[in-house]
């Protein structure tokens, strides 16, 4: 027997070595879990406007919210800017990949759409001007977006998507709906596309929803049944705020069970009747 107690002994030294070794490991997960964490907050406070623009008899409000799990950096993202000849312009998109370089990748949309956006007014040509531009830089991501540009002397919304989420709007009158607008391809996935512009007349208060997957599709239902969550929502709360209406559309994003990101874009607006401008 006294031979045999060295081997327990070593097998106890083995174990307790081992035992070490997994909790140094997990104690590393846990580190570099708060550091990946840290790192998505300060890309998305970087990366993301700070607010948004707003005009009189229009309210403006947007929402972001990571990965479920947490570990993964989005390539979701909106925007909202000021114009020189006083429009606004309105955009959100998602970008393929969650990794730094998607959100590097979204970061220099961004950068590109506003910089054209300040040259040209028709929001098919923005949108095709950026993905001339994220082809020259020879990328292999791909991403969609919508860009809205808002006339508030006419009252009107012109759009141009490129294989975006449609859409969701409401008026305060019992109306609403999914939009129907033509798109193109998304950016990055061939050069001279074109994108098709719709107009939006906002005669009637109401809100106008733009989202991204993350907030409409997931494993608990699909896209369609997503998107028709949100318009019941939106009809519901066409008189809601901006601010209101934005935090309840987030909501559908954890009925869907996403893991994706999600990003909400709400313009609600107080109608502008014809030849108001």
Known sequence: MNRRRPHRS??????????????????????????????????????LPVGLPSFPGLQTAARYSPARSGLDIGGDWYDGFPLPDGTLGFAIGDVQGHDVEAAAFMG?????????????????????????????????LLATCTFVRFDPRAGELRTARAGHVAAVWATTDGRSGITQDAGGLPLG????????????????????????????????????????????????????????????VMQTAERTG????AAVLVLRHKGFPVGSG
């Open 10 to 47: 070593a097998s106890a030294e083995e174990l307790l070595t081992t035992l070490q070794q997994l909790t140094a490991r997990a104690r590393h997960e846990v580190q570099l879990h708060q550091a990946r964490v840290e790192l998505a907050e300060a890309l998305q406070q970087e990366l």
């Open 108 to 140: 220099q949309i961004r950068i590109g759409m506003r910089a054209i956006a300040a040259t040209t007014a028709d929001p098919g040509e923005i949108v095709g001007r950026t993905n001339g531009l994220l082809l020259s830089i020879d990328s292999t």
């Open 189 to 248: 996935v061939g050069a001279a596309e074109k994108y098709p512009v719709t107009r939006h007349r906002l005669t009637t208060p109401g809100a106008f929803v733009l989202v991204t997957d993350g907030v409409v599709e997931g494993p608990s239902f699909p896209i369609d049944e997503g998107l028709d969550a949100v318009v019941r929502l939106v009809a519901a709360r066409a008189s809601a705020s901006a601010e209101a209406l934005a935090d309840e």
């Open 258 to 261: 996403h893991q994706d990101d």
